[in-house]
């Protein structure tokens, strides 16, 4: 029996616009429409975790970075209106779709952990887009997009260490059968550790 060979077929270019990734400012525009949205989610995030979390820690690490992130997002927004973009419609959008859809997923998951781990997801997509605007801008001459970019990286790798230094608290604290706040051995022996 012969082995049939798969060959794979040229077609041609897409006709349809929104199948073609923009170009030039248009890109631009589109590239920080959607780094303001997913931070936005971030923020939204973050305030939302600040008064459900069980937690503690965990609500103060939210209360401690929500100004910044804040002004990231007003830095974003800012931006965004310079560029004229369309902020405002995406934001409302966004966050229509996004509210109750995080509640749900939030209360689906029932723990701090979870949510929390989720955070730091967020946060570290926000702290690429921000890497990139930040070098993107250094090569482009671009001194805001360099700007917004460098001051947002900075902000996000700082939550995101101190996230990540709860999460693993709070992981130890779930695998010992420790409930809130943490035995001093056991805090001991993480600190230790990292």
Excluded: W
Aim: charged residues 30%; negative net charge.
């Amino acid at each position: 029996m012969r082995a049939k060979y798969y060959s794979p077929q040229i077609e041609a270019p897409l006709s349809k616009p929104e199948l073609v990734m923009d170009r030039g400012s248009e890109f631009l525009k589109s590239q920080v429409n959607n780094a303001a949205k997913q931070h936005q989610a971030f923020l939204g995030a973050l305030e939302d975790h600040e008064n459900q979390a069980d937690d503690q820690r965990f609500r103060d690490l939210c209360s401690r970075h929500i100004p910044h992130a804040r002004e990231q997002q007003r830095m974003l927004e800012e931006y965004q209106s310079q560029l004229g973009a369309d902020a405002g419609r995406g934001k409302k959008i966004l966050g229509a779709a996004l509210g109750p859809a995080r509640d749900l997923a939030d209360a689906a998951r029932e723990s701090d952990l979870l949510r929390l781990a989720g955070d730091i997801v967020m946060a570290r997509q926000s702290e690429d887009a921000f890497k990139t605007f930040r070098e993107a801008g250094k090569m482009m001459g671009n001194h805001t997009l360099q700007e917004i970019g460098d001051i947002g990286e900075r902000y996000q790798d700082a939550y995101v260490k101190e996230a990540n230094r709860l999460v693993q608290h709070m992981f130890v604290e779930r695998v010992q059968g420790i409930d809130g706040v943490a035995r001093e051995s056991s805090a001991t022996q993480l600190e230790a550790s990292t």
